[in-house]
């Protein structure tokens, strides 16, 4: 794969835009020839970001979010802009509560996520490496 592509879509907050803006990741990445096993990564990963957007920015107070489809040839990337306030942390719920492990599930989906701070807002980024690094061989070189 040699071609950059990008794409963006925005949504109200509001729990019924969950869904789509899943769906519309996964028409995306599938248009995008992407294998489907970083297809269905990516399509969660945009649930569980969103569904946050949702949970923590507010629902029906008119605000949107945005949702950021960036691929190069070494990777796949999502983004997901809100414009409210606070920070997000993986937390370490309880086996009981019901909440809490949606950036638990980023962690263990993506190669690399992060938070980048904007003047009103924040952007939280998931990325998935498409071209994978040889195992080393048996003298500890990698292959080439």
């Given at each position: ?56 920015v507010g629902q029906s107070n008119g605000q949107e979010f945005g ?75 990698s292959r080439v």
């Amino acid at each position: 794969m040699d071609a950059f592509e990008s794409d963006r879509s925005r949504y109200p907050t509001h729990s019924a835009y969950v869904k789509a803006a899943r769906d519309h990741v996964r028409r995306v990445a599938t248009s995008w020839g992407l294998v489907d096993s970083v297809v269905s990564d990516l399509a969660l990963l945009a649930s569980e970001l969103a569904t946050n957007v949702v949970l923590h920015v507010g629902q029906s107070n008119g605000q949107e979010f945005g949702v950021m489809l960036h691929l190069s040839p070494d990777n796949v990337r999502l983004e997901v802009r809100d414009t409210g306030p606070g920070m997000v942390s993986v937390q370490d719920p309880s086996a009981d509560e019901t909440t809490g492990r949606g950036l638990l599930m980023v962690d263990a989906l993506a190669d690399r996520w992060g938070i980048v701070t904007q003047v009103l807002g924040k952007i939280v980024f998931a990325e998935i490496c498409l071209v994978k690094p040889s195992p080393p061989n048996r003298k500890g070189v990698s292959r080439v």
